[in-house]
């Protein structure tokens, strides 16, 4: 199983970028996708998740809502996070995570799958 969290990089505030998390050895829209980001000396921080595609409601944590949404491609096995008028806050490592059991609604129970991270960094 390989989790890839992509698309990353350095935006000035009230840019854009979209974030991509691809699987290989799993179809993602079996499960709850979760996104992550953890900022330089603070803990990680769940951003949102989607359910899986049975369900297909997503959710998003009041910092971010109104300004990023998720949604999932399963012809291309990819969930995405678009992320808008972003913020210096919002500078982290974003990390997509596969949720269990299979056919969650969000929350999953737990994570069990975790990709690597992509760097997002809001500065001018």
């Known amino acids: 199983v390989q989790l890839q969290a992509s698309g990353g990089g350095l935006v000035q505030p009230g840019g854009s970028l979209r974030l991509s998390c691809a699987a290989s050895?799993?179809?993602?829209?079996?499960?709850?996708i979760g996104w992550f980001r953890q900022a330089p000396g603070k803990e990680r921080e769940g951003v949102s998740c989607i359910s899986s595609s049975d369900d297909g409601s997503t959710y998003l944590v009041d910092s971010v809502r109104g300004r990023f949404t998720v949604s999932r491609d399963n012809a291309k096995n990819t969930v995405y996070l678009q992320m808008n008028s972003l913020e210096p806050e919002d500078t982290a490592v974003y990390y997509c995570?596969?949720?269990?059991?299979?056919?969650?609604?969000?929350?999953?129970?737990?994570?069990?799958?975790w990709g690597q991270g992509t760097l997002v960094t809001v500065s001018s």
């Open positions: 050895g799993f179809t993602l829209r079996y499960y709850a």
């Open positions: 995570a596969i949720g269990a059991p299979l056919g969650s609604s969000c929350p999953p129970l737990r994570y069990d799958y």
